[in-house]
C-alpha cells in the first residue's frame, strides 16, 4: 500500500491533525486571526481510520503553545496537536478544554457593556449536558459555544 | 469581627458567600437597631445613576447621609457625558478620582463590573441592566431573616414573572446557601429559566411547580410577588394569565402567621390593597430595610472595624 504523507511535511512547527471533516475552515479562519503571515498547508476530507474523513492543518515555523491549542478546541473538539521539529514529532498533545478564554470571542448578547468599551471579551468555560458552555465575565449570561461568534 | 468587605467591590450575589451575607445582615439589623451618624463622616459618595431608578438611588442616597457621608451624583444618564460619548471606563476613571466609593445603575449588563475594573475605588452595583442587583437580594435577605428569625431551611413561594426577574434569579440562588426550598408560580411564557434550575440541581435544592398560590399558602414561609409585565402579553391573554398570579386575602386564608409577603415594589395590582391589612405584610417594612442593607454595605467597605 502507498503510505506517502497526503500533505506534505514540514520541518519545524505545528501539525492538527483529526479535525472532524468540514471544521477545518473554522479551524483556519481562527488561525489567520492569532498569526496571518503564517505559512499553512491545510488538506481537507483525507481519509481517516477513526474518523472517516478529516481535515488536517500544518503551520510551518510557528509551535503552538498549549493555551494557543486549547482555544481552538472550541472549533475541532477532537483534533490533536503535533509539535515538529526536524521533521520529527516532539510533542504531541491532544486538546482540552480551556478553563477561560480572552479576547476570541464576542458575547452573544448585544447588550453586554464588553461591546462598547476598551475591554478584551472574557468568558469563563464549562462542559454542559450537551455542549460546551460559556459565561460572560461582564454579563455574567451563558452561552452554548455554537451560537458566539468569532471576533474579526 | 472580621470585616470581610473592606475595600471590596459589589457587584454581583454570586461573588458573596454565606458568611458574606450574614456579616451584611448582621451590621444591617445592628444598624436598624441603634443609628450611627459617624461612619461615613468625611466621605464623599458618588451616586450615579445611568437609568433612573426611585427606591434604589433614594435608599442609597438616604443610607449615606444616615451614616453622615455627602454625596455627589446624578439621576440619569441624559445629562452626562456619557451622552457626548464618553466610554463608562473613562467616565469611571475620573469620577471614582473624586470619591471614597461609586453607587451606580446602567442599562447594560455587565457596566458595575467593567467600572470596578476601571475605578480606583469599591463600586456597589445598584443594578446593571438585567443582570444583577446584589443589594436587592441583600435587603430580601435581610428582610427574610428579620421576620423569620432564620434563613436557614425556608419554604420559599416565587410567583409572577420568573423568567425575566432578576431579583428572583438572585435570591434563589442566594437561598441555596441556606438549604431552601422552592416552590414556582408563573405562566409557562415566565416560568424559571432552565440555568437557574440547573445550578438548583446541581446544590441539590429541592424545588416544584405549582398552579395557584391558596395550593401552596398552608405550607410556606415567604411568598415572594413580582409583577406579570402587561407588554410582554396581548391584551386579551394579559387579562385571562395575570389574574393567576394576583395575590388576594383569600388566597391567604389557610396560611400560618409566620408567612409572610415580599415583593421587590412597585406594586402594580398583583397583590390587592386588601393584602396591606393583614400580617402577613412585609412588602413596605422591606422597602424600608433597603436602607439598613445599604447602610451595612457602605460601613463595611469603608471602616475598617464598623462595631
Known amino acids: ?152 | 469581627m472580621e470585616n470581610r468587605f473592606l475595600n471590596r467591590s459589589i457587584i454581583s450575589i454570586a461573588d458573596l458567600d454565606r458568611e458574606d451575607m450574614e456579616q451584611v445582615l448582621d451590621v444591617a439589623a445592628e444598624l436598624k437597631k441603634n443609628p450611627r451618624s459617624d461612619l461615613l463622616k468625611g466621605r464623599v459618595v458618588a451616586s450615579c445613576f445611568f437609568e433612573a431608578s426611585t427606591r434604589t438611588r433614594l435608599s442609597f442616597e438616604t443610607a449615606v447621609q444616615r451614616l453622615g457621608g455627602s454625596l455627589i451624583g446624578f439621576a440619569d444618564g441624559g445629562n452626562t457625558s456619557a451622552k457626548k460619548g464618553e466610554t463608562l471606563a473613562d467616565s469611571i476613571k475620573v469620577i471614582s478620582s473624586y470619591t471614597d466609593a461609586v453607587v451606580m445603575r446602567h442599562p447594560q449588563e455587565g457596566a458595575a463590573r467593567l467600572a470596578a475594573e476601571f475605578s480606583s475605588v469599591p463600586v456597589i452595583n445598584g443594578g446593571d441592566g438585567s443582570n444583577q442587583h446584589p443589594t436587592q437580594t441583600l435587603l430580601d435577605l435581610f428582610s427574610i431573616k428579620e421576620c423569620q428569625g432564620t434563613l436557614d431551611n425556608l419554604k420559599v413561594a416565587f410567583v409572577g414573572d420568573l423568567k425575566y426577574g432578576r431579583t428572583v434569579h438572585s435570591l434563589a440562588q442566594a437561598l441555596t446557601h441556606f438549604n431552601a426550598e422552592f416552590t414556582f408560580i408563573a405562566p409557562d411564557a415566565l416560568a424559571m429559566p432552565d440555568y437557574i434550575l440547573q445550578e438548583l440541581d446541581e446544590k441539590g435544592i429541592k424545588y416544584s411547580c405549582a398552579e395557584s398560590i391558596e395550593e401552596v399558602a398552608h405550607k410556606t414561609d415567604i411568598i415572594y410577588m413580582t409583577r406579570v409585565q402587561k407588554e410582554r402579553f396581548d391584551e386579551t391573554e394579559f387579562k385571562h394569565i395575570a389574574s393567576n398570579y394576583v395575590l388576594t386575602k383569600a388566597a391567604l386564608k389557610e396560611a400560618p402567621e409566620h408567612l409572610k409577603v415580599l415583593h421587590p415594589l412597585p406594586r402594580v395590582d398583583e397583590i390587592a390593597v386588601e393584602v396591606d391589612s393583614t400580617p402577613h405584610a412585609y412588602y413596605f417594612e422591606q422597602a424600608r430595610n433597603g436602607v439598613y442593607a445599604r447602610q451595612a454595605l457602605l460601613a463595611l467597605i469603608l471602616n475598617e472595624a464598623v462595631f
Open chain 1, 1 to 152: 500500500m502507498n503510505k506517502k504523507l497526503q500533505v506534505e511535511a514540514i520541518g519545524t512547527g505545528t501539525v492538527i491533525d483529526h479535525i472532524p471533516a468540514g471544521h477545518g475552515v473554522k479551524v483556519l479562519d481562527r488561525l489567520q486571526v492569532l498569526n496571518s503571515d503564517a505559512r499553512i498547508t491545510v488538506g481537507f476530507n483525507l481519509p481517516s481510520d477513526e474518523l472517516g474523513a478529516k481535515d488536517i492543518i500544518k503551520v510551518e515555523g510557528r509551535q503552538f503553545t498549549e493555551q494557543e491549542a486549547n482555544e481552538l478546541m472550541l472549533f475541532a473538539s477532537s483534533a490533536t496537536i503535533n509539535v515538529i521539529e526536524d521533521y520529527k514529532v516532539v510533542g504531541k498533545f491532544k486538546m482540552s478544554m480551556p478553563e477561560t478564554m480572552t479576547g476570541v470571542l464576542a458575547c452573544p448578547n448585544s447588550n453586554c457593556i464588553s461591546h462598547n468599551e476598551p475591554v478584551q471579551s472574557q468568558f469563563s468555560l464549562k462542559q454542559g449536558k450537551i455542549d460546551v458552555m460559556m459565561k460572560c465575565h461582564y454579563c455574567e449570561k451563558s452561552f452554548s459555544k455554537n451560537i458566539v461568534t468569532e471576533l474579526h
